[in-house]
Every structure is written in structure tokens, then in C-alpha cells.
């Protein structure tokens, strides 16, 4: 068992959406104890680079009928990425919202894996994905609210990253989200209050976590972890919202 964990923030170990995926990937090691995981830090974080964009020698193979396994540059990272990809059972993405969409190192990422003729082919009736399906975990932080009545800005990422993971075959998608992380005193007080007795694990993010597409109880591998407190309902009901707490 192989699980691939890529990390999109800057931010690296301080992450909101790093501590967000290494939740899901330690209750996924739960499950699959000796499970393998790669993590793949995108966003240079320490002493290793961030991944470099796409050069001129991909965009040009792209275009061209061959397409074939790159010798250098951004065609062989490429071919890395794809591997490293294709090895995975499951994939867990933990990545903020920059400017409304992903940040540009996972768009870079993005460019690097979805390729044409190796992970996605075009057919008369669209773009068809090349990968076998397989388990993805998205788990998203922002700032401000992203979905539901309370937010004020468009979400060009969680649409985004279902919509280019299904284009290469990917579409078995479940969402955690952590949103509304700078909206300060008040959010918090809200969130504290909403939290039901007894749980808070996490040490720092103030917010709302809900895994909004999954309608699962005990499968849910969030709330096992988050919510064992009070039960899964909380995160896994009609669109279910539950706050976790700073201490
Ligand atoms: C360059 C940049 C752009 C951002 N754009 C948005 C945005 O469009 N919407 C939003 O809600 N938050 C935005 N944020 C705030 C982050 O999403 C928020 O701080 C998030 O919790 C960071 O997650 P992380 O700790 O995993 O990096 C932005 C932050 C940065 C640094």
C-alpha cells in the first residue's frame, strides 16, 4: 500500500492544510498499518526547491505527436511525478487557497501530471482520464469562508481540483476543509462555542472542518479522528459543519 501526500503550502510543518492532510494520512496508516507514504513538499519548505515550472521542451513535446519520455528538464520530471503517481493507492492533497484557486507550485504540479497521451487522451466526446481510479483526499484551508452562506468570494479551488483529477481518471474525491482561519476573535468564539464538550485535537486552526461530499458515519475517516468525541454526525450529516477549537 502506497500512499502518495503532497503539501502545497508554503507555510510547510505550520500549515493549516498540512496539519489538515496529516491527519487524514495518520487515520489512513490506522487503517493500513505499513502502509508506505511519499511525501511530496511542492513549495520549497527547508532546503528543498520548490517544483519549477514547466520548461520549453515539455510545452513543445506536448504539441507534438511523440510525446515521449523526457531526457531532461521538466519532461523527465515529469515522468517522475506520473510514476510516483501511478505507484499510489491513495492520494491525500493538502494545499491552501491562494487568490481563489490553488497555489502555483500544485498548478505546477497539475501541469506536470496531466499529460496528453500518458495520463488523459483526447476523445471526440472530451478529454478521458488514463489512470486508474483511486482513493483522493483533498484537505483545504483558506482564510476566508469558501463555501456555504457565509462566503464572499467565488471557489475556484475545490471545483478546480475535482474537475482536473477527474480529467486523468481520478474521481474517487472526498473533500476536508478548514475555512475561515483569518477571520480572528469573534470566528473563534463562535467556533469554541459550537464545539461540542470534551474535543478539540487540534492545537491551532480555528475554523470549520466538514467533509462535504461523502455522506458516510464510520467510514469517514475524519471524524473518527475528529469527532470521536460526539460522533460522526456532526461532520457527516447533511452537509454537515462542526468547529474545532485553538488551545
Ligand atoms: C498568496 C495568498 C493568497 C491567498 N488567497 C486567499 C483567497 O483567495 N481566499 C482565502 O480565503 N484565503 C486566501 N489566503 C489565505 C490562506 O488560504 C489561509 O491563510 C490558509 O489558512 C493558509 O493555509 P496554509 O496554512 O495551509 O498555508 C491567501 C494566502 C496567501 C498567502
Not at 521538466?74 to 505507484?87: H, K, N
Not at 469558501?146 to 475556484?156: I, K
Not at 461523502?214 to 461532520?235: M, Q, S, W, Y
Request: charged share 20%.
Amino acid at each position: 500500500m502506497n500512499i502518495l501526500h503532497i503539501s502545497a503550502s508554503p507555510r510547510g510543518p505550520h500549515a493549516a492544510s498540512r496539519e489538515l492532510s496529516n491527519h487524514v494520512v495518520e487515520r489512513l496508516l490506522a487503517r493500513h498499518p505499513g502502509a508506505l507514504v511519499t511525501v511530496r513538499e511542492l513549495a520549497g519548505v527547508g532546503d528543498q526547491a520548490a517544483l519549477p515550472h514547466i520548461d520549453a521542451g515539455y510545452a513543445l513535446a506536448l504539441s507534438s505527436a511523440a510525446n515521449e519520455p523526457g531526457v531532461d528538464g521538466a519532461q523527465l520530471r515529469s515522468d517522475g511525478l506520473i510514476e510516483e503517481l501511478v505507484r499510489a493507492d491513495i492520494v491525500v492533497i493538502g494545499t491552501p487557497m491562494h487568490n481563489l484557486t490553488v497555489p502555483s507550485t500544485l498548478k505546477s504540479w497539475i501541469d506536470h501530471v496531466v499529460r496528453i497521451n500518458r495520463t488523459m487522451r483526447p476523445t471526440p466526446e472530451g478529454k478521458v482520464g488514463n489512470l486508474p481510479d483511486r482513493p483522493v483526499y483533498l484537505a483545504l484551508a483558506s482564510g476566508g469562508w469558501r463555501t456555504g452562506e457565509r462566503a464572499r468570494q467565488p471557489d475556484f479551488l475545490e471545483p478546480y481540483l475535482r474537475a482536473i483529477l477527474a480529467m486523468i481518471g481520478l474521481k474517487d474525491v472526498t473533500v476536508f476543509s478548514a475555512e475561515g482561519l483569518a477571520l480572528g476573535a469573534e470566528r473563534a468564539a463562535e467556533g469554541r462555542a459550537r464545539l461540542a464538550p470534551g474535543g478539540t485535537p487540534f492545537r491551532r486552526l480555528i475554523g470549520v472542518v466538514c467533509c462535504v461530499d461523502k455522506i458516510a458515519t464510520e467510514n469517514c475517516i475524519f471524524c473518527d479522528l475528529l469527532f470521536r468525541h460526539v460522533g460522526p454526525r456532526l461532520c457527516c450529516g447533511a452537509k454537515n459543519v462542526a468547529y474545532r477549537a485553538s488551545n
